[in-house]
């Protein structure tokens, strides 16, 4: 799937649907370490976004149970919704020249399969998102990782990927902190402007 990314849309400040609109869930206890692992294996030998989905996809469905990909799915929304903050969909906004709204789901999801010790640092210190990777990069998006859970769950399963969403859980999320401002974002992060932006 090639994904295409659209400077000219602006951020706005709305409500963003849930991933997968569904029941809401309760967040996960514990596991966190086993979901980790399964991101952090899906990246080893992947050239690309695309080619670590599919590798991850290999190993939900190989190893898990139909309620463990679920349970995955859950604590991908989860990762989702804990970075879902305005500081950094700034980021966003400077690495890939612009950031619409589901430019920002993309980012989030690239940021995820980045790895536990990549994410987590950038959770303490947004401008760390950047850290070890080139503009020459860019886009810095993974759309495709989204849809592995509910892939894994039709190869477990033989049923209709489409049917999945019958089921799949929803993890509710709403922006944290205020909307950067497009027109002074650059000036706010002097170095990611300098690197990103030349």
Not at 4 to 30: C, D, E, I, Q
Not at 95 to 110: A, I, P, Q, T, V
Request: contains cysteine.
């Amino acid at each position: 799937m090639t994904i295409k990314k659209n400077p000219a849309k602006k951020a706005s400040g709305k409500a963003v649907t849930p991933l997968n609109p569904a029941t809401p869930t309760k967040p996960t206890k514990g596991g966190d370490d086993r979901w980790w692992d399964f991101i952090e294996r899906s990246r080893k030998g992947a050239e690309d976004g695309e080619e670590q989905a599919g590798r991850l996809i290999e190993l939900l469905s190989g190893e898990l149970s139909a309620d463990e990909i679920v349970a995955f799915d859950t604590f991908l929304q989860e990762r989702v919704r804990e970075a879902f903050r305005s500081d950094l969909w700034a980021i966003a906004y400077i690495m890939n020249s612009g950031c619409s709204d589901d430019g920002f789901d993309y980012f989030l999801g690239w940021l995820i399969c980045k790895g536990r010790a990549h994410y987590e640092s950038a959770l303490a210190n947004p401008e760390d998102a950047a850290k070890g990777v080139s503009p020459d990069d860019e886009p810095f998006e993974n759309e495709v990782v989204y849809y592995g859970p509910s892939r894994a769950w039709a190869v477990k399963t033989g049923r209709p990927s489409d049917d999945y969403y019958k089921i799949a859980p929803a993890v509710q999320r709403s922006l944290q902190g205020a909307l950067f401002d497009e027109d002074t974002v650059y000036d706010e992060h002097p170095k990611l402007a300098k690197k990103f932006a030349g």
